[in-house]
């Protein structure tokens, strides 16, 4: 392609990506709350500390598109992904600043390292970016194991069964009594 065409093109992208955050910055501050306010049975709050950390997320995230664009362009990486993976990275953050369960901050969390992981691996040609990306993705898949076995038994507590302790003395295998919760 034409080189003025993809200066262009980065160009657009960048004010594409900046318009987004812009209109992020409009929403949230829309629909600012004056108290604290729960919402989804109490698992996400919306209150005004909440508000002043994400508008410093957007500005901080502006501060990356306008700082990383330069670099991008010398090293031909300007593509619209950046912008578009740094964006749900944002979104991830957002959750989590507005989390008021540990599931809610899960989410976040893991729409946040969804989105880096990708970004780790967005220069496809270099070894140290492949190199990388297979340490994350191999630590990745060790921590959702520990996550999966950790919370199988409070994600379905109407199956769950507890072992209590029995009012008779029997011998021991006897002493205690299978519960279902829920």
């Known amino acids: 392609e034409h080189p003025l065409v993809e200066i262009v093109l980065a160009v657009a992208g960048v004010m594409a990506a900046l318009g987004a955050l812009v209109l992020t910055l409009a929403a949230v501050l829309a629909t600012a709350p004056e108290v604290r306010e729960l919402t989804f049975s109490g698992s996400y709050v919306s209150d005004p500390m ?3 950390l994400k508008i410093v997320a957007t500005g901080l995230i502006a501060l990356v598109f306008m ?21 749900f990275s944002l979104l991830g953050v957002f959750v989590m600043i507005s989390a008021n369960s540990l599931l809610v901050m899960y989410l976040g969390l893991e729409m946040l390292s969804l989105a880096l992981y990708a970004l780790v691996a967005f220069d496809r040609d270099s070894p140290v970016a492949a190199a990388i990306l297979r340490q994350v993705l191999w630590c990745r898949s060790r921590s959702r194991t520990t996550v999966r076995s950790s919370s199988c ?29 829920g």
């Open 153 to 181: 038994e409070s994600a379905w507590p109407c199956t769950c069964s507890v072992l209590m302790p029995s009012r008779r003395s029997t011998p021991f295998a006897s002493r205690f009594t299978a519960h279902t919760i």
């Open 50 to 52: 909440g508000q002043i």
């Open 67 to 87: 700082y990383s664009r330069r670099y991008l362009t010398v090293n031909g990486l300007a593509r619209g992904e950046f912008y578009t993976l740094s964006l």
